[in-house]
Nanobody, 123 residues
Framework: QVQLVESGGGLVQPGGSLRLSCAAS????????MGWYRQAPGKQRELVAI?????????TYADSVKGRFTISRDNAKNTVYLQMNSLKPEDTAVYYC???????????????WGQGTQVTVSS
């Protein structure tokens, strides 16, 4: 069994900062891409940022968060982070952690998702 557990969400004023964490645990052999997605009410889930496992981690960001959010990972802890600065009301959403990982099961790697953490940006 694999679990992704997110933490760090909450209520913050516009211009503020939050740091999300997501720890993967269970029967994990390798984790490849880790990332964050978000879903606002009435909207589809969208990519926020992803990071690869090797070479220091290559990153990709949604245009809407470039320059404000930073994704990082600690491979030894199977953990991915999302530092969110200069938050805007439009960043309000449920943020989901995602990991493309292999448990040794035939046909893998497979995608796993966390349960989501609410981020609300409001004055």
């Amino acid at each position: 069994q694999v679990q992704l557990v997110e933490s760090g969400g909450g209520l913050v004023q516009p211009g503020g900062s939050l740091r999300l964490s997501c720890a993967a645990s269970g029967s994990i052999v390798s984790i490849y891409i880790m990332g964050w997605y978000r879903q606002a009410p009435g909207k589809q889930r969208e990519l926020v940022a992803i990071i690869t496992s090797g070479g220091g981690g290559s990153t990709t960001y949604a245009d809407s968060v470039k320059g404000r959010f930073t994704i990082s990972r600690d491979n030894a802890k199977n953990t991915v982070y999302l530092q969110m600065n200069s938050l805007k009301p439009e960043d309000t959403a449920v943020y989901y952690c995602n990991a493309d990982l292999w448990t040794g099961e035939a046909g893998g790697p497979y995608d796993y998702w966390g349960q989501g953490t609410q981020v609300t940006v409001s004055s």
